[in-house]
């Protein structure tokens, strides 16, 4: 699943990590990270509300996430 216009893909060997779901919870302005029992889950309806700002790039290890334009293809 996917926004309209942006995409936030979680590497799967971070996707569980508890640490890390928080930490992206925490940065994200807009919501898009929840901490779950199972790990990070995507709140799929906030994920058009991207503003790029790289936040959650720098809270994870590096290249485990990205947040993919749709509309540049
Ligand atoms: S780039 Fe910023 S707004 Fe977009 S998902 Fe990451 S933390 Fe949230």
């Not at 928080?22 to 199972?38: N, R």
């Amino acid at each position: 699943m996917a926004g309209m216009f942006i995409d936030v893909r979680v590497d799967a060997s971070i996707a569980k990590d508890a640490e890390i779901a928080k930490k992206l919870e925490e940065v994200c302005p807009v919501d898009i990270f929840e901490a779950t029992d199972g790990g990070v889950a995507l709140v799929e309806k906030n994920l058009d509300e991207c503003t790029l700002c790289d936040l959650c790039l720098e809270a994870a290890p590096k290249g485990k996430i990205e947040v993919v334009k749709l509309y540049e293809r």
